[in-house]
């Protein structure tokens, strides 16, 4: 059963950094995309950065470049998302998503998704 598990959220103030984790599980860690969203009350689920297997390929969304960076840490087997400069306008759920048995792909559509979290929520606040 692919299972998917965020981790690494809660309240930061303007301007800090936070890494969030996300755990993947139930599926070979060879062929797969999996994707950073995050979706405020109200607002469309937005997507931020991919990554792409095997090859490890990342895109990231235009409005993120510079601040959020998106990785994986072998060691623990999870995809990381660094954030960094952050503003009141980031607070929402941060997701992670996968779309597994595709090889060298990656997107920011939610739709192209197959698979996602429960989400682990992001304040930002003073």
């Known amino acids: 059963q692919v299972q998917l598990v965020e981790s690494g959220g809660g309240l930061v103030q303007p301007g800090g950094s936070l890494t969030l984790s996300c755990a993947p599980s139930g599926f070979t860690l060879d062929y797969y995309a999996i994707a950073w969203f995050r979706q405020a009350p109200g607002k469309e689920r937005q997507g931020i950065a991919c990554i792409s297997s095997p090859d490890g390929t990342t895109h990231s969304a235009e409005f993120m470049k510079g601040r959020f960076t998106i990785s994986t840490d072998n060691s623990e087997h999870t995809i990381k998302l660094q954030m960094s400069s952050m503003k009141p306008d980031d607070t929402a759920v941060y997701y992670c998503?996968?779309?597994?048995?595709?090889?060298?792909?990656?997107?920011?559509?939610?739709?192209?998704?197959?698979?996602w979290g429960q989400g682990t929520q992001v304040t930002v606040s003073s």
């Open positions: 998503e996968t779309k597994i048995n595709r090889a060298n792909w990656c997107g920011l559509l939610a739709a192209e998704y197959t698979f």
